[in-house]
């Protein structure tokens, strides 16, 4: 109980609405402090009686104003005196506590009151410690500026403040916070058990100040730790607070935000906030979306959508981007600018022959060692397949760009050594400069790639710049291809035969057949020119059906004794109708299967294909005869002869054409003509031109030859007169047949 305090007392008198008791009144007018009584000055306290009434009657107008007052506001409000005595209360008093008015005794102890409803069970709160609770809510009573709750039997929720007045008396505020509570349950319920991860933050000084269960989890920071904790501290860059800036918007578009996780890994986060106050202090709601993942897979697009998924290199977009900047750059500068098409030569037939997977890593192979050759600076993209382009900066002179293309090739030309196989791949190089060759990077590109094509077609293994032509030549090639489509489909083109003689007897023993296309405007094309335009186009397939049909047609004429020779393409293995195009071929010419001889080249052999070599032998098992076509031109041709019985080797012209200056040529032709020797082999040397390359060949042992020195590819009808009169003149000394 609080003290009891005389100086409020008095005051209190003063204002209390009960009149004086007439009698006391009266003794203390007559009484002088002295103890003597003065009769003289009735009137005057008889005066200051009425004056005093006045007052009394002012002060109950005053009192009954203010009750008016109080009782419209929207709080109640009650009034007690320093004992904790009713003096004054309002209506909504009376209602939050489902009474009226007139229910509540003046001067009554609000203690009493309240015991009275403790007994009828108005505080739930109290049930069960009755005393206590009555005798801590008086106790609260005197102690101002404390709020505090209390919840009413039928749940609601009134808040309660109450200050000392100054004569020690208490005045005191209740509000019905039932609404805002069951809002601040809901939301709580929401927050507490939402699966989006949540932190509520102090807006001055960004202190976490309640995490919700999934924040606790997805973090892994105990919710102790997180308390411990700011909003920055999670923040895995130093960057503004989230609601920097924009304090006053209530609510925020979502930001993303990277965090640190209590095991250190980091999250990209959306984060949406709202400003909200938590207790007396303004404060933020984050809710946090983990985007990591999403983040990652657009990252992941992104990446895809400019790279290339095999090798990782930026691909042509990305390479068109950057070229874009580069020449933006140097046209202010004036800096040159070198492009340069990398295409891998005969990357198709590794990839037919050793099968995708080892060309896929051969392509990573490249590409590894072409970034490792270029300079930080430099770009380099995947094309397609087996092509890929650099952008070369910082040129200074032409030089530096030939030495880029040197140190390309280098690189690529060592061997590789993948699942145990050794392969070697060369490439070509074609290049376009700016300024010059092109003032955009559409110009650039294509013109590089055009000398790409001229590099290719010239020899492989080197590079080529870009001249001015080179489109013209394009295009030729590409009427070509138009040309050739219908050469083939009106069944124009025609084998051509070139005797082989054998060395010993000065016979011909077979002619070989090579396609010739007589064009109706460019006349006769060679096959160098149009067999790799078939090739890339996949005329090759119907072409050779064709020739090798032909051939077949026309040697059934032929005396017995002469075989033909018809090469194949590797592509024409690919397709896997091969043997049943041959065995059409001979049964519809009627033409004996041992006077069929097939020329393969080594690069069908690059890989020991099971598929391939099942053909192989399947030709052979017909009674076809398989010959090595260039041998010694290709990277392992020795180890090729081990694949597979070939029944003959054909001594690339190369090597037959050094015969007379090179002594390494003729150790080379001596040993291929002994390992023939050694194999049971048939050994012809092609290209033989002159007397002295034929006495070479004869002095070491060579079985066959073939080139201008005893005829060029001829027509079938002259083919059929020479071999008339090799049998009308069977000994032909010197087989000068031209
Ligand atoms: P190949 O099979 O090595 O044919 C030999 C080539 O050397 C022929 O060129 C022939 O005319 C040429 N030649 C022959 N003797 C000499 C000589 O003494 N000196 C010189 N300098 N050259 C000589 P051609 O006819 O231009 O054929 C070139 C290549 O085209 C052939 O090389 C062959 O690989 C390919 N080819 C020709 N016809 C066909 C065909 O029907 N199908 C396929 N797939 N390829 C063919
Ligand atoms: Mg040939
Ligand atoms: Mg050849």
Not at 135 to 148: D, I, Q
Not at 215 to 229: C, D, I, M, N, Q
Not at 692 to 721: H, T, V, Y
Request: net charge neutral; charged share 30%.
């Amino acid at each position: 109980m609080p003290k009891f305090r005389p100086a409020a007392k008095k005051k209190l008198k003063a204002n209390t609405e009960r009149p004086l008791p007439a009698g006391r009144a009266m003794k203390a007018a007559l009484k002088l402090p002295n103890g003597r009584r003065v009769a003289g000055e009735i009137g005057e306290i008889v005066r200051q009686r009425a004056h005093a009434e006045a007052a009394i009657a002012d002060a109950r107008k005053s009192h009954e104003r203010l009750r008016e007052a109080i009782d419209i506001l929207p709080q109640g409000i009650v009034i007690l005196d320093a004992d904790g005595r009713y003096i004054l209360w309002n209506k909504k008093y009376a209602e939050i506590y489902n009474r009226s008015s007139d229910q509540f005794v003046h001067g009554a102890r609000l203690q009493d009151t309240i015991r009275v409803g403790v007994e009828r069970g108005d505080y739930p709160e109290a049930i069960g410690r009755e005393e206590e609770w009555i005798a801590e809510r008086v106790a609260r009573l005197f102690h101002p500026g404390e709020r505090h709750e209390q919840t009413l039997a039928d749940g609601r929720v009134i808040l309660i403040d109450e200050r000392l007045t100054a004569d020690g008396g208490v005045i005191g505020l209740r509000v019905d916070i039932t609404e805002l509570k069951q809002r601040e349950a809901s939301f709580r319920l929401l927050f507490d058990s939402n699966p989006v991860p949540m932190i509520v933050c102090a807006v001055e000084d960004e202190r976490i100040l309640s995490v919700n269960d999934a924040a606790v989890e997805h973090y892994g920071y105990t919710r102790a730790e997180f308390e411990k904790l700011t909003i920055r501290h999670l923040q895995a860059f130093e960057a503004e607070s989230p609601w920097a800036g924009e304090k006053s918007t209530d609510e925020q578009a979502a930001r993303t935000w990277k965090h640190v996780k209590a095991d250190g890994s980091l999250i990209d986060l959306a984060i949406y906030s709202r400003l909200l106050r938590y207790g007396d202090e303004p404060a933020v709601m984050l809710a946090l979306m983990d985007i990591t993942e999403r983040k990652r897979a657009e990252m992941r697009l992104a990446f895809m959508a400019h790279h290339d998924g095999l090798t990782g290199l930026p691909n042509r977009n990305l390479l068109r981007q950057r070229l874009d900047e580069t020449l933006a750059h140097t046209r202010r500068t004036g800096e040159k600018v070198g492009v340069l098409f990398l295409g891998l030569d005969n990357f198709k037939a590794i990839n037919d022959t050793l099968g995708h997977g080892i060309g896929d890593k051969l392509l990573r192979g490249v590409a590894r060692r072409l970034r490792s050759t270029l300079r930080e600076e430099d770009s380099i993209a995947r094309l397609n397949s087996d092509e890929f382009a650099i952008i070369q900066t910082g040129i200074s002179r032409p030089e530096d760009v030939v030495l880029l293309a040197r140190r390309l090739l280098e690189a690529i030309g060592e061997p590789y050594l993948l699942d145990g196989h050794s392969i070697v791949i060369g490439a070509s190089i074609g290049i376009a400069m700016a300024p010059g060759d092109g003032e955009d990077s559409e110009r650039l590109l294509k013109n590089a790639d055009m000398a790409l094509s001229r590099a290719k077609n010239d020899s492989r293994g080197t590079f080529s710049f870009f001249e001015s032509g080179m489109d013209a030549r394009a295009q030729t090639r590409r009427k070509i291809e138009i040309d050739l489509r219908a050469a083939i489909q009106g069944d124009l083109l025609r084998p051509y035969y070139q005797p082989l003689i054998d060395l010993k007897t000065g016979r011909i023993t077979g002619v070989e057949a090579l396609v010739r296309w007589p064009h109706p405007e460019r006349g006769m094309i060679s096959p160098a020119e149009f067999i790799p335009v078939a090739e890339d186009t996949g005329l090759i397939n119907v072409l050779g059906a064709q020739i090798l049909r032909r051939a077949c047609m026309e040697a059934a004429q032929w005396p017995d004794a002469v075989r033909v020779a018809v090469n194949l393409s590797p592509l024409q293995f690919r397709v896997g109708n091969l043997l049943s195009i041959v065995m059409d071929a001979l049964k519809q010419s009627g033409l004996p299967a041992k006077r069929l001889e097939l020329e393969i080249t080594e690069t069908l052999l690059l890989e020991k294909s099971s598929q391939v070599l099942a053909t192989l032998h399947a030709l052979r098992a017909l009674g076809v005869r398989i010959s090595m076509d260039d041998f010694g031109t290709g990277y392992s041709s020795l180890s090729y002869l081990r694949s597979f019985p070939f029944d003959k080797i054909k001594i690339d012209q190369s090597f037959v054409r050094d015969l007379g200056a090179n002594r390494d040529a003729q150790a080379i032709v001596r040993s291929i003509i002994s390992l023939g020797m050694g194999l049971g082999v048939t050994i012809t040397a092609e290209g033989v031109e002159t007397e002295d390359e034929l006495a070479c060949l004869r002095a070491e042992g060579c079985d066959e030859a073939q080139g201008f020195l005893f005829s060029r590819a001829r027509p079938n009808a002259e083919i059929i007169e020479l071999l008339r009169a090799q049998s009308i003149v069977p000994d032909v000394e010197r087989a000068q047949v031209a």
